[in-house]
């Protein structure tokens, strides 16, 4: 089992930046690949960014198209943390942020996830 429990959200300007963290517990947290996934009022949760672990301690960080060059996912399995930075925020990227993890090497899928935080509230205003 993995527990997951994000925070650092609040409400935002647009424009503004914000760092959401998700803190790891449970089982060992090296070589899970982690995700953040954002669900906006009536839409369907869909995948923001994901990072991988090797065992040579080399990380692939992956985005969807709509966060690129604005959001920047990392880990740090030493804390058993991972972080996404979000700047540049816009009205369209309120939405609750969700920490999930996985077993598989890579993931941008729901489904694909087995573990999952509660979330965290990111609101931006204009």
């Known amino acids: 089992q993995v527990q997951l429990v994000e925070s650092g959200g609040g409400l935002v300007q647009a424009g503004g930046s914000l760092r959401l963290s998700c803190a790891a517990s449970?089982?060992?947290?090296?070589?899970?690949?982690m995700g953040w996934f954002r669900q906006a009022p009536g839409n369907e949760r869909e995948f923001v960014a994901g990072?991988?672990?090797?065992?040579?301690?080399?990380?692939?960080?992956y985005y969807a198209d709509s966060v690129k060059g604005r959001f920047t996912i990392s880990r740090d399995n030493a804390k058993n943390t991972i972080y996404l930075q979000v700047n540049s925020l816009k009205l369209e990227d309120t939405a609750v942020y969700y920490c999930?993890?996985?077993?598989?090497?890579?993931?941008?899928?729901?489904?694909?996830?087995?573990?999952w935080g509660q979330g965290t509230q990111v609101t931006v205003s204009s």
């Open positions: 999930a993890a996985t077993p598989r090497s890579r993931a941008t899928m729901q489904h694909e996830y087995g573990y």
């Open positions: 449970g089982r060992t947290f090296s070589p899970y690949t």
């Open positions: 990072i991988s672990w090797s065992s040579w301690s080399i990380t692939n960080a």
